[in-house]
């Protein structure tokens, strides 16, 4: 598979999952870093999201239940709630995922996760 259909695939997903908020992102590195906005359409969304095995929402669940756990990736799990929304989830469903991290990764993460997911949701309102 060449890059070139890696890429195309890639920009269809990032615009299917995140709309704009992915292409700002991306746009964002542009004068620092193009390589790694590359990378990350080619990869993360040509390769890894567009694999078959798990729809988008499944997908997104698994992306902010992950970015939750992770408890410093605060901009990225942003992006990845207005995502969820994008793909179908409910704004409880999404609160039910972040919940679910207390047990796993600890109240602290979970309550910052909620405090991104009620920005998310105030801006989406």
């Known amino acids: 598979m060449n890059s070139d259909s890696r890429y195309e695939r ?56 992950a970015l939750t756990a992770m408890g410093n990736a605060r901009p990225q799990l942003k992006v990845h709630i207005k995502a969820g929304l994008n793909v179908g989830l409910s704004q409880h469903e999404i609160v039910e995922t972040i919940m679910q991290m207390a047990v796993y990764a600890g109240f602290p993460a979970a309550l910052n996760g909620i405090s991104a997911a009620k920005e998310v949701f105030g801006e989406t309102a």
């Open 10 to 65: 890639g920009k269809l997903a990032l615009a299917q999952i995140d709309g704009d908020a992915g292409q700002a992102v991306i746009d964002s590195l542009a004068d620092i870093a193009p390589d790694l906005g590359r990378y990350v359409i080619e990869f993360g969304f040509g390769d890894i999201y567009s694999r078959p095995g798990l729809d988008l929402r499944s997908r997104e669940v698994a992306t902010i239940a």
